[in-house]
Nanobody, 115 residues
Framework: QVQLVESGGGLVQPGGSLRLSCATSINIFGIRAMSWYRQAPGKQREWVAGLTSTGTTNYADSVTGRFTISRDNAQNMVYLRMNSLKPEDTAMYYC?????????WGQGTLVTVSA
């Protein structure tokens, strides 16, 4: 079992920045891949960014150049730095971890981008 707890969401103005955090309950070295997803009101959940155990990162086209996924091995944390936020980035953001061929989800943290 892997437990994930997201934090760092909130209200931010367009053009602003936020850093989301995801705390894992196990040693992050054992996790094959971690990702961030989001779900906006009335829309399907979409993948945002991914980070493999080897350090490879990938991003959805809509966030490339604005968002950065990273990890802190010592703290067993994964982060999503979000810059130049737009109203269309408003969503519930979820952290996921793939461990022993099973994917675990956190409870989500809400990001609202509005003036």
């Amino acid at each position: 079992q892997v437990q994930l707890v997201e934090s760092g969401g909130g209200l931010v103005q367009p053009g602003g920045s936020l850093r989301l955090s995801c705390a894992t309950s196990i040693n992050i070295f054992g996790i094959r891949a971690m990702s961030w997803y989001r779900q906006a009101p009335g829309k399907q959940r979409e993948w945002v960014a991914g980070l493999t155990s080897t350090g490879t990162t990938n991003y959805a086209d809509s966030v490339t150049g604005r968002f950065t996924i990273s990890r802190d091995n010592a703290q067993n944390m994964v982060y999503l730095r979000m810059n130049s936020l737009k109203p269309e980035d408003t969503a519930m953001y979820y952290c996921t971890a793939t461990y022993l061929s099973k994917t675990y989800w956190g409870q989500g943290t809400l990001v609202t981008v509005s003036a």
